[in-house]
């Protein structure tokens, strides 16, 4: 893979990502055009890799919510008061809404590596009209600050479904935020922040796996280092973008973006141009 090749991977990698679009759907069809698919060792690597990038993204373009949230849930702690806090109390939330797609994506890991992309696409459309419905119908009131334990556990159970490749860990749990009665600009806050434990997880996880693979193949080297720093950069100003749009804006525009990529996906599959 050239250079140039993995800039382009990178920046999609790092739109879609955090655009509730789904990244996978959209790095399946760009490698697959480009020859290069995810059964492919190297490819798999490589976009495992690339990934870590936008993880650390969250943390960089987070930081200092997510050091308040750590320093208040320890001060809680050694105070024999865990939930006395407001930080404290949204560090025992993200715990509780991680550990529904820790769990089962671990013991489902093989399963849903072996979806097709019927799946995808089905995925792509099915989620998106699911979308269109909430933005329709939610109220959005709610703010940050107003999450509780029945929010951050059906969150979690949001961002264990998508889990399922095409549906889009963002774009699930932004559905369901919404679906609460947040705005939407909180339910993406909450979001993110929940993204964090998995990212990190799942990231070291992936690095552990994949690296080996990439250092028996060392013409992937380069791409795989440029495609990673470029996911970091794009996907960092992606998360400001994002915020400031949903901040003042519905979110009609992602549901169109789903709906044309399952639809051209499905077509691409149907006309054999991808595998089924």
Same mark, same amino acid.
């Given at each position: 893979?050239?250079? /140039? ?20 759907? =959209?790095?399946?069809?760009?490698? *697959?055009?480009? !020859? ?39 001060? $809680? ?9 407001? *930080?404290?109390?949204? #560090?025992?939330? +993200? %715990?509780?809404?991680? %550990?529904?797609?820790?769990? /089962? ?6 399963? +849903? ?21 909430? *933005?329709? /119908?939610? @109220? =959005? *009131?709610?703010? &940050?600050?107003? %999450? !509780?334990?029945?929010? $951050?556990?059906? %969150? ?9 490749? #095409? ?9 369901? #935020? ?15 922040? &929940? ?13 552990? @796996?994949?690296?080996?693979? +990439? ?6 080297? &380069?791409?795989t280092v440029v495609g990673t ?5 794009? #996907? ?5 973008? &994002? ?25 691409? +599959? $149907? ?6």
């Amino acid at each position: 893979m050239s250079p /140039l090749t993995a800039v382009v991977l990178g920046l999609i990698q790092a739109a879609t990502e955090f655009l509730p679009v789904s990244s996978t759907a =959209h790095l399946l069809v760009a490698g *697959e055009l480009i !020859g290069h698919h995810l059964d492919e060792p190297a490819f798999r690597a490589f976009v495992d890799i690339i990934q870590v990038g936008t993880a650390l993204a969250v943390l960089v373009y987070f930081r200092e919510d997510l050091w308040r949230i750590l320093a208040g849930s320890l001060r $809680a702690l050694a105070a024999g008061r865990p939930l006395g806090t407001p *930080e404290a109390r949204m #560090g025992w939330y +993200i %715990v509780v809404g991680t %550990v529904p797609a820790a769990v /089962l994506g671990k013991a489902l890991e093989h399963r +849903i590596e072996a979806l097709g992309n019927w799946v995808i696409a089905a995925s792509l459309v099915l989620l998106g009209l699911l979308l269109l419905l909430v *933005e329709r /119908l939610a @109220r =959005h *009131e709610r703010h &940050l600050e107003a %999450v !509780g334990w029945r929010d $951050a556990l059906l %969150v979690g159970l949001a961002q264990a479904w998508a889990l399922i490749p #095409g549906s889009s860990r963002s774009g699930c749990t932004l559905t369901m #935020g919404m679906a609460l009665g947040f705005t939407r600009e909180a339910a993406a806050r909450f979001s993110f922040l &929940l993204s964090v434990p998995i990212i990190l997880g799942a990231g070291g996880y992936k690095l552990w @796996r994949t690296l080996p693979v +990439i250092r028996e193949t060392p013409d992937w080297q &380069l791409a795989t280092v440029v495609g990673t720093a470029v996911s970091f950069v794009a #996907g960092y100003l992606v998360i400001g973008w &994002l915020l400031g749009w949903l901040r003042t804006r519905k979110t009609y525009l992602f549901v169109v973006w789903r709906l044309v990529a399952g639809a051209a996906l499905a077509i691409l +599959i $149907a006309l054999g141009v991808l595998p089924a």
